[in-house]
């Protein structure tokens, strides 16, 4: 289930499909299943969770980072991300009686993941596998399944199966009760989605500017925090660039020093309470005369560059959806320019298994 | 409470100082600390709490990282980091019966993490503040105090601060009960420490090859992952080197692919389970022609360089400790020999405040 070699033959092609595929996928997803996820969420609901665990390697870490904020804010509970290495390496059997314990997998077949939440399971825990492929091992272990429904993935940086995996999330969480959230809130995603990747231009404009670093800074608060994060792996995947993903709080916190007028930094910044408590960082940002591309942006906003993110009518938890499409644009185009085929980087295979 | 413009005068001799008085810190805190560390976690550990959560900014998010292993691995109970953002931005008040909250901050200045303390104590969590000013608004916010006992840290880079965090947390949860940790395992710690500090030869020896670098990856796994996190953050804040920090896992989850032999890889690779685990990690490092230092590495390694840590008759949870040491040092040694004065790096104070 690797990419195979398509080095040559149309370096960018699957990459460049998939990318578009994703407003479809996620009208899909709507449409299809939103029911089955709500029917998983009133049999989880019913029991009393006073915890949940989010366990993800890579992109799929991003898709359990965002999620852990739609509970922290949502569901009123403490949530935390799960290091796999204290099952895998330390073998550590903890009491999980009263814990949600999901899994985010495109592949279903990391054994760290299958590990933890097998261990998870056997600990007293509800299990959830959030997956592209409810034919995985990592399904069948798994107590629900939520089927993510993206379709086969053949580039090697995963970009639809990351949106699919934050709508069934979103839908997840929302169904879970307690909460405002609601998944008719969703409603208007698929066309938002098909307008922001309509902007193909304006990423193509700015994609030169990176064309020559080696190292840049992505960085976001609350829920655009993993957009900041997986923007940042596109462009390590891809383009082979160091790219380092800070939240908004935690780059002042020392990373700041570093920014100079040779490194860039993208900030995203949608509309809501996480895109406007980005105002002091976008301001030191500019102190420090960095290079700022503003993704989602307002025009006219204090920055050398911005990208338009479709949001309006959506509310600010679903903005993560739409904020990565273009990134993920960015770092196709970007790729090319760079002459890296990014449906085959280096060193990767598409089941990344680690213990 | 700013370091004070003292760039000129004698660049570096604050860390220089702060970084050589950590051996006897360590022998001050185990001698005259430990006592009041263990009634408090006596009286903590009475009540049943189901859940830890840990909060942190910079390098004290770092301690905060290696105090969620201990508390996975050896009290049996999840974990999970708090994002203050969840109660300074969107204003949550979860419920957090049963929860115990442990805040770590050198200053306990920033209000973020005062704000989250201060909701979490009101939502009904056990608020425990881990600090250097007991003085603090944090600490007086807080149920409970530990006190570092680091003395004044006048250099912006946190060093000394940072190994009494690690040893006060360590005292702590070895003294939660339940666990096979004990205070008496650290009683060689300051003799290591100090072993560890004297090859300082080595340290030398090895900044001239960073001399030049923009960007570099550093690497970890288990508890010395937070090594790896704060190694990079103070190569960031001293060196203004755009340092990615990965555990060793998430390394091969896709920022595998920007490896190339003109990035120089720190890996952390202490004996233990934690650095046996790197084995593959570094396997592919090699593949990939990396320039790969390993700090805590057996002579003969397969590595570039090694950089011995002293941890012979310590178990691997007090390792961190020692690895940190000899980064401290490069991270000193690499900013003068780049002309940067790390006492006060360019764009930040010694009390970060974040919102």
Not at 183 to 193: E, I, Y
Request: charge should be negative; charged fraction near 20%; glycine fraction near 10%.
């Amino acid at each position: 289930m690797t990419s195979g070699n398509t080095s040559g033959a149309d370096p960018g092609a699957l990459m460049a499909a998939e990318i578009g595929e994703q407003p479809q996928i996620l009208a899909r997803l709507l449409a299809e299943q939103a029911g089955e996820i709500g029917r998983i969420a009133a049999e989880v609901a019913g029991r009393d969770h006073r915890f949940v665990l989010l366990a993800g390697r890579g992109t799929s870490d991003h898709a359990a980072l965002y999620a852990k904020y739609l509970v922290d804010v949502h569901l009123g509970l403490p949530a935390g991300l799960v290091s796999p290495s204290t099952s895998t390496i330390y073998g550590v059997r903890p009491d999980l009686r009263g814990v949600l314990h999901v899994s985010v997998s495109q592949s279903g077949g990391s054994p760290d993941l299958i590990d933890s939440l097998v261990t998870a399971r056997s600990c007293g825990a509800t299990t959830v596998a959030v997956t592209n492929n409810v034919g995985s091992e990592l399904a069948r272990a798994a107590e629900f399944v939520i089927d993510v429904g993206a379709g086969s993935e053949r580039a090697v940086a995963a970009t639809k199966s990351y949106t699919a995996q934050l709508l069934a999330l979103y839908l997840f969480v929302a169904s879970l009760g307690g909460s405002t959230l609601s998944a008719s809130d969703a409603a208007p995603l698929a066309d938002a989605a098909q307008a922001t990747l309509q902007d193909a231009d304006k990423v193509a404009a700015v994609a030169p500017r990176y064309r020559s670093v080696s190292r840049m800074v992505t960085t976001g608060r609350g829920y655009s925090y993993a957009t900041a994060r997986e923007g940042a792996l596109k462009l390590m995947e891809t383009c082979y660039l160091g790219a380092l993903a800070f939240s908004g709080a935690d780059l002042l916190h020392g990373p700041m020093a570093m920014i100079d007028s040779e490194t860039p930094v993208i900030a995203v910044a949608t509309p809501g309470r996480g895109g406007q408590s980005m105002a002091p960082v976008l301001t030191m940002l500019r102190e420090r005369h960095a290079d700022l591309l503003l993704v989602g942006g307002q025009e006219g906003a204090p920055a050398d560059d911005v990208i338009p993110v479709h949001t309006a009518g959506l509310r600010e938890e679903l903005h993560p959806i739409l904020e990565i499409l273009p990134l993920q644009r960015l770092a196709l185009a970007l790729a090319l320019e760079r002459g890296v085929n990014p449906d085959a980087p280096r060193g990767l295979r598409k089941v990344t298994e680690t213990w």
